[in-house]
């Protein structure tokens, strides 16, 4: 009596690349996609400002225009990348998002959440608004690490994303106002 055949085992990975399934890589690479697409028409409704001599380089809507270019584009990469995988490997079933992964989406969502209604536009600079945002970030995104490692929250770990949090908010706030002219909240 002969064994019973064992199933064809799922090629690992390749470097760089995860366990995520070619189905849930095409599903998101059409949700980029879409996004993009979105992104581009509401940049190419704003107002041109035209009757008011505006810089063709500084006009609304050119910077998100070009993100939602980009968006789109970067999509399509994913699909063909999603798409190639699928047909090397028929054999891979959609895997679902760990309780987990869900719960690091849920704190991003929230996260951006409170940045975008909460801190931004309610007379705390922008600058600090972005420090808070990143550093707080860092320090919960980073929790389940340290908890999986044994290792508490340190005042090294604190000092880290404080001053990678202040390093940030100085950043976007100069390259948006001074690079891109945006003035913000």
Not at 26 to 49: E, K, T, Y
Not at 176 to 184: K, N, P, R
Request: aromatic share 8%.
């Amino acid at each position: 009596m002969t064994p019973p055949a064992a199933p064809p085992e799922t090629p690992a990975p390749a470097h760089g690349e995860s366990h995520v399934s070619p189905g849930s890589d095409l599903i998101a690479a059409f949700a980029w996609m879409v996004f993009g697409i979105a992104v581009l028409i509401a940049s190419l409704r704003m107002d041109r400002l035209e009757k008011q001599d505006i810089n063709p380089y500084t006009i609304p809507g050119l910077l998100p225009g070009l993100l939602g270019i980009v968006t789109i584009l970067l999509g399509f990469l994913l699909a063909l990348r999603s798409w190639r995988r699928r047909v090397a490997h028929p054999e891979q079933v959609m895997v679902r998002a760990s309780a987990a992964e869900k719960k690091r989406v849920l704190l991003v969502l929230a996260l951006c959440l409170v940045f975008g209604i909460g801190l931004v536009g309610h007379g705390l600079p922008f600058w600090a608004a972005a420090w808070i945002f990143v550093t707080v970030a860092i320090l919960s995104l980073q929790h389940s690490q340290r908890k999986a490692a044994g290792q508490g929250l340190t005042l090294r770990t604190v000092a880290k994303a404080l001053a990678i949090g202040l390093g940030a908010g100085l950043m976007i706030t100069l390259v948006f106002q001074e690079l891109f002219l945006v003035h913000l909240p």
